[in-house]
């Protein structure tokens, strides 16, 4: 649902969800499904799937991972990265950046609230560590 602004995902129990995408993501997504994907040999059940690999079969979570951990190494970055990661991110800057706790909960699909309540702790926390470091009497 590009022109919305929309991707559609399916997660885990089959779960199916709408998440927002920014343009630049997009563009890319595009670029790729026009000169990488058209030259992949799509296996039968698989057309639905974005990111194939070589061999015409989706992306399994552990090669994402793979995938994942393999650029951090390449951007330097030492700290352990996973899918995870990306996941907790997206919904803490949500969260900071004043989404409604029921929007966020509904595309993590949690399905308690509590469980999406730990965004706004983070938040809170990051709030008072940034405090105690750039107040003037934060460190005193």
């Given amino acids: 649902h590009f022109d919305e602004g929309f991707i559609r995902v399916i997660g885990k129990g089959n779960h199916e969800r709408l998440i927002p995408i920014?343009?630049?993501?997009?563009?890319?997504?595009k670029t790729y499904l026009q000169t990488e994907r058209v030259h992949i040999n799509i296996k039968k059940g698989e057309e639905n799937y974005v990111f194939l690999n070589r061999r015409g079969h989706h992306l399994t979570r552990a090669m994402i991972f793979t995938i994942i951990k393999e650029l951090a190494q390449r951007a330097g970055i030492t700290k352990t990265i996973s899918p995870h990661t990306f996941r907790h991110s997206f919904a803490t800057h949500m969260v900071e950046n004043g989404a409604d706790l029921r929007v966020v909960q509904e595309m993590l699909g949690h399905k308690?609230?509590?469980?999406?309540?730990?965004?706004?702790h983070l938040d809170r926390h990051y709030l008072r560590e940034s405090i105690i470091e750039f107040h003037p009497h934060g460190k005193d």
Avoid: D, F, V
């Avoid at 920014?22 to 997504?29: D, R």
């Avoid at 308690?112 to 706004?120: F, G, K």
């Fill in 22 to 29: 920014g343009k630049p993501a997009i563009k890319e997504i």
């Fill in 112 to 120: 308690s609230i509590l469980t999406t309540e730990i965004y706004t």
